[in-house]
């Protein structure tokens, strides 16, 4: 074993720390079971046996079974299942005008949240409030991760889904039609709940909002429109607000990104599943549907969402993203659960996607740059991890800057791509040739190692 010196022990014990610094401020992102959960509003009888239920799927849209249900007493017209406080489902109900509570097994706790007429979605911000939709009284409605009311977060006529995006800003759509003189919207806030813009203009009574792990734009239209109008469908957008596609889906309700970049939109009786980019999908079967069923708006534990960061390899002048990376994404108990494909920009700047939620950390390693380990913790919106700093001079790439290193640098110096003692690897600067900048790369670097 090397010495790893002053330095390497400096650095392997700031990255435990920073570890343990990450731990205290985890919350609940990650307490639900890995899945996608939909809801069958319809009661419980002979043409519906299973009825008002939260049934299961993995991220690939696999039936596991039902997590609540089937036929509880307490539903009415339960829309959509969400992630409540310790280690608890809340369902918002639009029928019993309340929030429902569930132990993990299924059992009921009671209500979370009453007296909220008309209540349709149900959303948790970053900050862990929620944000109610209430029909009604024409509002978003802010509570408290204990469910206790904050504010009215903004006013929206026959409110019906909010969702916070990854840069704040809050959509909102609405059960509005074309009737009345109504042009139907999906409005955009600030996070403070100031009006922004419309998002888009002229898709009636919509349901659902998601964002992709691609940044784009999902809603699902329900109501058949007058001529000036969308139709049924499940729509994308850029983020601007630009449609881009739409998925074919006659009533339809819930939409959301599956782990395996699918789409998944429920349509009343039906649960699709459409590749990406493909208008026509596949209905899905094998879990107790019926022509009697209504399903609902969807929750997903594990949705794809990006990772971004910087990377900064150390005393180099050439371009990062000529680089091959060596990437783990690495749980608590430091086993390897992705090994994701950076696609890295000249400035070093780096994005993946992941369905992972909670701690973690990033191992990255390219050639001649010892190994970094960053800890970082993904939620709902993802994971921004700042500048990774690669030290450079690992010549020979076992993650030590040794005698080793020297010899082999030796043994190229005063080369270049045309000379035939050539080695890429000692080029450490990056400049075309190996002369004693790279020595002195060396030198700053000696007796040092990577993180494991």
Known sequence: MYNLGAGASMRFLSSALL??????????????????????????????????????????????????????????????ACEGPNDTYLVSDQGS??????????????????????????????NGNYLLALGAAGVVAEYSPNGTYIRDFASVPSAWFALELRNGDVLVSSSQTFSG???????????????????????????????????HILISVFSIPQSNGKG??????????????????????????????????????????????????TDLTGFGGTLQSNWRLIYSSGFPVPVSGKIELSEFLGDPSSQTYDVEVRNSQ???????????????????????????????????????????IIDNYGAT?????????????????????????STAFDSDSSSSNWDPAADLDGDGSVTIFDYLILSNNFDLGGDD
């Open 181 to 215: 003189g109504n042009t139907p919207k999906v409005r955009r806030y600030d996070s403070s709940g100031t009006f922004v813009s419309d998002f888009c203009v002229g898709y009636p009574f919509t349901q659902q909002i998601h964002e992709m792990g691609n940044g």
């Open 385 to 409: 991890l700042g500048n990774v700093v690669l030290l450079n001079g690992d010549v020979d790439g076992d993650n030590f800057v040794t005698i080793f290193d020297y010899l082999q640098l």
């Open 97 to 126: 005008d309340s929030v429902h509570q569930y132990a993990l097994d299924g059992t009921y706790l009671g209500e979370f949240i009453t007296g909220v007429d008309n209540l349709r979605g149900i959303t948790r911000r970053r």
């Open 334 to 376: 430091g086993a390897v659960v992705q090994t994701p494909t950076l696609s890295v920009a000249n400035d070093g700047s780096f994005k993946f996607t992941t369905t992972r939620r909670g701690q973690f950390s990033l191992a990255v390693k390219t050639s001649h740059f010892l190994r970094k380990n960053v800890a970082f």
């Open 19 to 80: 570890t343990l610094s990450l731990a205290a401020p985890f919350g609940a992102w990650a307490s639900l079971p890995e899945g996608v959960f939909l809801i069958d509003s319809i009661n419980q009888g002979t043409s519906n046996p299973q009825g008002t239920r939260v049934a299961r799927f993995d991220l690939n849209a696999n039936y596991l079974g039902d997590v609540i249900g089937p036929g509880r007493a307490e539903f009415q017209t339960p829309q959509i």
């Open 232 to 281: 049924n469908g499940i729509y994308e957008f850029l983020p601007d607000g630009t449609e881009v596609f739409k998925y074919n889906l006659d009533g339809s309700r819930g939409c959301m990104e599956l782990g395996d970049g699918s789409i998944i939109g429920t349509g009343g009786t039906v649960v699709r599943k459409f590749a990406y980019g493909v208008a026509a999908g």
